[in-house]
């Protein structure tokens, strides 16, 4: 008896993807393109001739069919950002004889109208994590975390490996790392992923309100019951963003849910029992305000057990260009600047910024400056004064005070004039009048 595949011909199975409710591509183990659906090359305006034997993410916006080529990593229903909008994608590792020979992609979507019928169920799915509480399906999974150097990596196999259990997590960064969306990844892959995901800033809820947030409240009337963050995330996930900013008396209760398993609303004399597992975020170490009295010993060593240190933009410059293609085409579809790229003069201050704000500082940087550009070229003049400024360094020391003061001076005078040939432009970017601007450029010869 033959099989289903002996009996349909290479012309049935083409037909086959032609037509299925969804477009498809299928890469290399080099991530070009070895075949993509008719539907799919319509919709991204190109013709399969174009589009088979380029790299993928030259043909696909935002693709990320070479991480699953390289990681191994499959992405079911995974939110696609492109055009403007998001779709569900899956991804999948070809394999022969144990290796990775390529990959295989889908989007759920056929046509125009299935796209606009269906993405904004997804759009309204992805907008459900608010400001303080998400009561349904995180957003963040482990494969949105953009990032292959050796330093996101460690910290998405960590991830992996404590995400089922019910440990409470401490997570530290710099300002604008995205500590919230490792929170999320790591709700997304554990077994409480069905319940909800809730946010709680520290820093944001003045010190009178936060113990009504988190504990809720009972009373005879209805006006004086409020139920807390802890009672909405029951079952789920509770995120304690800017911990270090909790009142010690605060830190007590927290340290009563940790040890206990129980919280006492205001007005209640009985302990509550809850189901609800702990992640913390912090941008500063815990142990130094442990150190300086701000944070409780014993809650310190109960919670810090499993932390996750997520590195500052500068120190992970390997996922740099990874990350502001991905912001940067994502703002231009948003906006409808499809044919805007960024100047090679550009990209080196970009890259050459220390970046204090993280990745978050990136992101609004990038946005900004599209936004700034009316041409199809983002030059340096669309870039923060900041940013267009190179950083520079006093490493003499042979140098008296006032040598190292010219020489940083004179620095920074010619890196200007190299970005801004108008002297009367740079004069202005410095801060300086025309006539003190001109003495300076005699006195250095410039």
């Given amino acids: 008896m033959t099989s289903v595949t002996d009996r349909l011909t290479e012309s049935v199975l083409l037909e086959i993807l032609e037509n299925a409710f969804q477009w498809f591509v299928v890469v290399d183990r080099e991530a070009n393109i070895l075949y993509i659906n008719e539907e799919y090359c319509k919709f991204l305006e190109t013709t399969r001739e174009k589009a088979i034997g380029m790299p993928v993410e030259e043909v696909i916006e935002n693709s990320r069919m070479h991480e699953v080529v390289q990681t191994g990593e499959v992405h079911i229903a995974s939110p696609h950002f492109i055009k403007g909008t998001y779709m569900l994608a899956n991804r999948v590792p070809l394999e022969v004889d144990g290796e990775i020979v390529g990959a295989f992609g ?37 494969q949105d975390i953009l990032g292959s150097s050796d330093s996101i990596r460690s910290v998405k196999e960590t991830i992996q490996m404590i995400a089922p259990s019910d440990l409470p997590v401490l997570i530290q960064g710099e300002s604008g790392t995205g500590k919230e969306m490792f929170a999320q990844s790591i709700h997304y892959l554990s077994n409480r992923s069905d319940k909800p995901f809730v ?33 909405q995330a029951e079952g789920g996930t509770l995120f304690l963003d800017d911990l270090g900013d909790m009142p010690l008396p605060l830190q007590v209760e ?20 809850v189901n609800v597992r702990i992640i913390a975020a912090v941008n500063q170490p815990l142990k130094t305000l442990m ?11 109960r919670i810090h057990a499993i932390t996750l240190q ?44 220390s970046w204090p704000g993280n990745v978050r500082e990136l992101y609004n940087v990038i946005q900004a400056a599209v936004y700034l550009t009316n041409g199809d070229v983002v030059l340096p003049s669309a870039l923060p004064q900041e940013v267009r400024l190179k950083s520079l360094y006093y490493t003499s020391n042979t140098q008296t005070l006032q040598q190292a003061v010219e020489q940083l001076e004179m620095n920074i005078i010619s890196e200007t ?25 005699k006195k250095y010869n410039f």
């Avoid at 056929?110 to 459900?128: A, F, G, P």
């Avoid at 007005?267 to 029992?273: C, L, N, V």
């Avoid at 940067?328 to 948003?334: C, L, N, P």
């Fill in 106 to 142: 889908s989007v759920m979507f056929r046509d125009l109208n299935d796209w606009n019928n269906l993405s904004s169920h997804v759009r309204t799915t992805m907008e459900k994590i608010k400001v303080g509480h998400a009561t349904e399906n995180t957003i963040f999974q482990l």
């Fill in 199 to 231: 946010k709680v800033n520290c820093a944001a809820i003045p010190v009178d309100f936060l113990e009504l947030e988190l504990f809720g409240s009972v009373g005879s009337t209805e006006h004086s019951q409020r139920k807390g963050r802890f009672h």
């Fill in 254 to 273: 927290l340290l009563r849910v940790l040890q206990e398993g129980t919280i006492e609303p205001i007005g209640s004399q009985k302990a509550i029992k």
């Fill in 291 to 301: 150190e300086s009295g701000k944070f409780r010993e014993d809650l310190y060593y």
């Fill in 310 to 353: 997520i590195p500052p933009l500068r120190q992970r410059m390997d996922d740099f260009e990874e990350i502001t293609s991905h912001f940067f085409h994502g703002t231009i579809a948003k906006v409808g600047k499809r044919n805007l790229s960024i100047a090679a003069e550009t990209m080196q201050y970009l890259k050459e910024y």
């Fill in 417 to 441: 004039l190299q970005a801004f040939p108008s002297r009367r432009e740079a004069a202005k970017l410095l801060g300086l009048s025309k006539s003190t601007f001109y003495e300076k450029l």
